[in-house]
């Protein structure tokens, strides 16, 4: 299965999954032409995720004791940029500051 999204800011405007070889040409012929911001993704419950990061967020055990409830009330990793944001500034952060960071640094920044 092949899995493409199309952004629009920060915000997932399209998701398209799919087994069929001609969508399949089809969305790749978008992504390399560079159309409307497609992209093929891996993992579609990753974003805001910088290639040059060392840590993977997807790495990360948000749920240690597998209650299915996160660590010190911190978003799960897949949660929205938003989430992440709000429990960066109860962690002292400024909302600025939190605003300004992809979702991968803010994980980053309140990993300890």
């Known amino acids: ?3 493409f999204e199309r952004h629009s800011g920060e915000h997932l405007a399209a998701q398209i999954s799919t087994f069929d070889p001609g969508e399949i ?16 993704v891996n993992d579609p ?3 805001d995720v910088d290639p ?17 409830d996160p660590v ?4 799960a990793v ?13 962690q002292g952060l400024e ?8 979702k991968a640094d803010l994980i980053k920044a309140l990993k300890d």
């Open 25 to 40: 040409a089809k969305h790749r012929r978008l992504v390399e032409d560079g159309v409307d911001g497609w992209r093929e």
């Open 78 to 90: 897949r949660a929205p940029k938003e989430e992440w944001v709000e429990f960066a500034v109860t």
């Open 95 to 102: 909302r600025d500051e939190a605003e300004a960071m992809n």
């Open 52 to 68: 040059d990061d060392e840590e993977d967020p997807d790495e990360l055990d948000d749920d240690p004791d597998g209650d299915g």
């Open 1 to 3: 299965m092949a899995i």
């Open 45 to 47: 419950r990753v974003l």
């Open 72 to 75: 010190d009330g911190r978003p």
